[in-house]
């Protein structure tokens, strides 16, 4: 994944093995926004993740949380030993702004050498995101597993939910998510 000037740090998916988990925001831009997180660190992250939900609830979905709560949120993602990178196309078509993303996500995994990659299930995408994985894949040597998970099944696909959120409105938002950011792309 791309790692901002100045950063210092090694972005998680620059490391062999890491774990990347996708999500995506379609309000205004296309926006893909990719959490990696290192295998050993996987198991830890998913059970502080599923602490945080409320009582009688399956996920955590930031286009329905409160303010106050997606501060709480924020800080408790903070927390977690992730980074994130985002993928931005400054587009309203969904298919072509999402095809940038992938194919820009795609290649970021496999120079980073990364073990699983993760995406939200959108049954309405998930047939064409198989192809396009698939091709992408095809003549790589260790390419990562790859899934479709629903977020009720995955905690990590709330990372990438709260950045692409914060990323599209901006301002404070994107503000309080910035120690998660470690690179973005405009395609």
């Known amino acids: 994944m791309a790692n901002p000037a100045g950063n210092g740090g090694e972005p998680r998916a620059g490391r062999p093995g890491a774990h990347v988990f996708v999500d995506e925001t379609k309000n205004r831009d296309y926006l893909m926004a990719a959490a990696a997180v290192l295998p050993g660190d996987v198991v830890d992250a998913r059970r502080q993740l599923r602490g945080l939900l409320l009582p009688g609830a399956e ?15 924020l800080n408790a993602m903070r927390e977690l030993d992730v980074q994130v990178t985002l993928y931005v196309a400054r587009t309203r078509d969904h298919a072509a702004g999402r095809g940038s993303c992938m194919k820009a996500i795609l290649d970021d995994v496999l120079k980073a050498r990364a073990q699983m990659l993760v995406f939200e299930l959108d049954e309405s995408v998930a047939q064409a995101d198989r192809r396009t994985i698939a091709d992408r894949f095809r003549h790589e040597e260790s390419p990562p597993l790859y899934r479709h998970l629903r977020a009720k099944e995955e905690p990590l696909l709330w990372i990438s939910d709260a950045v692409a959120w914060c990323a599209q409105r901006g301002g404070e938002w994107l503000g309080l998510c910035d120690p998660l950011l470690v690179g973005r792309r405009e395609l």
């Open 59 to 73: 996920r955590v979905h930031f286009t329905h949380e409160r303010p106050s709560r997606r501060r709480e949120l």
